[in-house]
């Protein structure tokens, strides 16, 4: 998967996971309050099923993924390094 | 504990059903009445593949996809809900730990969950926390290698006969889930007897005084605790659940069948009267709907698509309502029969209703699905 389409499922699950109409890339999902408290597990599910990848401990803390950037560059990076499920 | 591993075949839903009508069906009434789950029946279910289907096939699970593991939630369901709702706590226990535990946890306790040699439990409600999660009181300190706790939880599934505790506290504040053994000095297992559904759950009331366990049995991170393993276990546990009310729902519904034509009154079997055809109607109507309610969350789930934990919510908030109903009127169709102990009904009468508070009560779901159309 390239670049646009990694961003393009990243911006359509956030937006339909946080219910929100538009989010750009450098938008903070925290600091805009959308996050609710089932939106963890919808994103680990999300994560494996589309990527087939699984993320570390670490990297499944809000706080690394704020914004639709984070969680492509966390998605590529783990492209690269070919760790898969 | 050396489990030598084997990579079972999944278990079709056509071989459990054939196991439910020859195995547990026909203990469900004793199982009932002796308030337990006998454990050579756990050792015939783990031969079957329950106990791992949501442990992956790396560690000895049969890893079922969640059209199959909702078709096999049905049957247990519909065979007898406190097996049905033991293997949604097996779920519980081995989906967050596959997914957060560490590889010792994983490589220890999987395979001997899978094959029926430790049974797990999950303890979240406290006597005085229920929906509430996030309030839990029960605390763990860190102290150097070792994480120490200190509370009390009730109502736990399993607890009388579990050898593994998934326990939830908080540690400076955040919320950590953390594996117990049974054994474990300070660790306090009474039973609690009495219940007036799923009395075959064999609930325990935990209490834990200065407990102390090694601090490498945390599951997932501190601060992971609700959000992440909790609520991943929850989630687990709705989908089952869920399927599991269909089949007590099914369940009800063959009994009123063969009852309403066995039975006849002013000259006519019951199932020609159209008051009665109306609850049969409407059993059957709302029995479809939440099955295809449960299809439905489960195609979800198998694609990753985040509207698959809404679809869960609304599917086991209709099933376990469709349970409900389902037994109300089967029991209204039996009648006087109905009422006996020892009649099928009377059992599903008083199960169903527990559906209803399990995995998070019907007024949760309500809240949730609220929460998550952003109302
Ligand atoms: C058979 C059985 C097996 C169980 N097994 C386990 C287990 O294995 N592990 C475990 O941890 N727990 C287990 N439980 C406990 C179960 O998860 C809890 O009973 C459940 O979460 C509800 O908590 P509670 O009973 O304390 O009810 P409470 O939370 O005290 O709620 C009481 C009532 O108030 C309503 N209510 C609460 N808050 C609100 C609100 N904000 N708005 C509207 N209504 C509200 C509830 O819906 C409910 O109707 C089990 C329970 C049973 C009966």
Request: aromatic share 6%.
């Given at each position: 998967?390239?670049?646009?389409?990694?961003?393009?499922?990243?911006?359509?699950?956030?937006?339909?996971?946080?219910?929100?109409?538009?989010?750009?890339?450098?938008?903070?999902?925290?600091?805009?309050?959308?996050?609710?408290?089932?939106?963890?597990?919808?994103?680990?599910?999300?994560?494996?099923?589309?990527?087939?990848?699984?993320?570390?401990?670490?990297?499944?803390d809000?706080?690394?993924?704020k914004?639709?950037?984070?969680l492509?560059?966390?998605?590529?990076r783990?492209?690269?390094?070919?760790?898969?499920? | 504990?050396?489990?030598?591993?084997?990579?079972?075949?999944?278990?079709?839903?056509e071989?459990?059903?054939?196991?439910?009508?020859?195995?547990?069906?026909?203990?469900?009434?004793?199982?009932?009445?002796?308030?337990?789950?006998?454990?050579?029946?756990f050792?015939?279910?783990?031969?079957?593949?329950?106990?791992?289907?949501?442990?992956?096939?790396?560690?000895?699970?049969?890893?079922?996809?969640y059209?199959?593991?909702?078709a096999?939630?049905?049957?247990?369901?519909?065979?007898?809900?406190?097996?049905?709702?033991?293997?949604?706590v097996?779920?519980?226990?081995?989906?967050?730990?596959?997914?957060?535990?560490?590889?010792?946890?994983k490589?220890?306790?999987?395979?001997?969950?899978?094959?029926?040699?430790?049974?797990?439990?999950?303890?979240?409600?406290?006597?005085?926390?229920?929906?509430?999660?996030?309030?839990?009181?029960?605390?763990?300190?860190?102290?150097?290698?070792?994480?120490?706790?200190?509370?009390?939880?009730?109502?736990?599934?399993?607890?009388?006969?579990?050898?593994?505790?998934?326990?939830?506290?908080?540690?400076?504040?955040?919320?950590?889930?953390?594996?117990?053994?049974?054994?474990?000095?300070?660790?306090?297992?009474?039973?609690?007897?009495?219940?007036m559904?799923?009395?075959?759950?064999?609930?325990?009331?935990?209490?834990?005084e200065?407990?102390?366990v090694?601090?490498?049995?945390?599951?997932?991170?501190?601060?992971?605790?609700?959000?992440?393993?909790?609520n991943?276990?929850?989630?687990?546990?709705?989908?089952?659940?869920?399927c599991?009310?269909?089949?007590?729902?099914?369940?009800?519904?063959?009994l009123?069948?063969?009852?309403?034509?066995?039975?006849?009154?002013?000259?006519?079997?019951?199932?020609?009267?159209?008051?009665?055809?109306?609850?049969?109607s409407?059993?059957?109507?709302?029995t479809?709907?939440?099955?295809?309610?449960?299809?439905?969350?489960?195609?979800?789930?198998?694609?990753?698509?985040?509207?698959?934990?809404?679809?869960?919510?609304?599917?086991?908030?209709?099933?376990?309502?469709?349970?409900?109903?389902?037994?109300?009127?089967?029991?209204?169709?039996?009648?006087?029969?109905?009422?006996?102990n020892?009649n099928?009904?009377?059992?599903?009468?008083?199960?169903?209703?527990?559906?209803?508070?399990?995995?998070?009560?019907?007024?949760?779901?309500?809240?949730?699905?609220?929460?998550?159309?952003?109302?």
């Amino acid at each position: 998967m390239n670049h646009e389409e990694i961003k393009e499922k990243v911006t359509s699950f956030l937006t339909r996971s946080l219910r929100t109409k538009e989010l750009h890339e450098d938008d903070n999902i925290l600091e805009l309050g959308l996050v609710h408290s089932l939106f963890m597990i919808q994103l680990i599910m999300f994560i494996e099923k589309t990527f087939h990848l699984e993320l570390e401990e670490e990297e499944l803390d809000m706080d690394n993924i704020k914004t639709v950037r984070d969680l492509v560059v966390l998605i590529e990076r783990h492209q690269q390094t070919g760790a898969a499920l | 504990m050396n489990t030598p591993l084997q990579t079972p075949a999944v278990p079709t839903a056509e071989a459990i059903r054939r196991f439910v009508d020859t195995r547990i069906q026909p203990q469900a009434v004793q199982m009932d009445q002796d308030q337990e789950i006998p454990r050579a029946l756990f050792t015939e279910m783990a031969a079957q593949g329950l106990m791992g289907l949501a442990v992956p096939a790396k560690y000895g699970g049969t890893a079922a996809d969640y059209a199959t593991l909702g078709a096999i939630h049905e049957e247990l369901g519909r065979g007898y809900a406190s097996v049905q709702n033991a293997c949604t706590v097996f779920g519980m226990v081995c989906k967050p730990l596959s997914r957060f535990g560490t590889e010792a946890q994983k490589a220890k306790w999987l395979p001997a969950i899978a094959a029926g040699e430790v049974i797990p439990a999950i303890a979240i409600t406290e006597p005085g926390v229920g929906s509430d999660i996030a309030k839990l009181e029960t605390e763990a300190v860190k102290e150097e290698e070792h994480i120490i706790l200190n509370g009390r939880k009730k109502y736990i599934t399993l607890g009388q006969v579990a050898d593994l505790f998934l326990v939830f506290a908080r540690l400076n504040g955040r919320g950590v889930a953390v594996l117990v053994e049974r054994g474990t000095p300070g660790l306090r297992v009474e039973p609690l007897h009495g219940l007036m559904g799923l009395r075959a759950n064999m609930l325990a009331e935990l209490s834990f005084e200065d407990c102390c366990v090694p601090a490498e049995n945390m599951v997932g991170k501190v601060g992971f605790g609700f959000t992440h393993v909790a609520n991943y276990a929850l989630d687990e546990g709705r989908y089952t659940t869920a399927c599991g009310s269909v089949g007590l729902a099914q369940a009800c519904l063959e009994l009123s069948f063969h009852y309403a034509a066995a039975r006849s009154q002013f000259g006519e079997q019951l199932r020609k009267h159209q008051l009665v055809q109306k609850m049969l109607s409407e059993m059957i109507t709302e029995t479809k709907a939440a099955r295809e309610l449960c299809a439905a969350a489960g195609r979800l789930r198998e694609q990753g698509d985040p509207a698959a934990i809404t679809e869960t919510l609304v599917a086991k908030y209709h099933a376990s309502k469709t349970a409900v109903l389902a037994a109300d009127h089967a029991l209204q169709i039996h009648g006087a029969a109905g009422c006996l102990n020892g009649n099928p009904v009377e059992r599903c009468y008083r199960d169903a209703k527990i559906m209803e508070i399990i995995e998070g009560t019907s007024q949760m779901h309500e809240l949730q699905i609220a929460r998550t159309f952003r109302l």
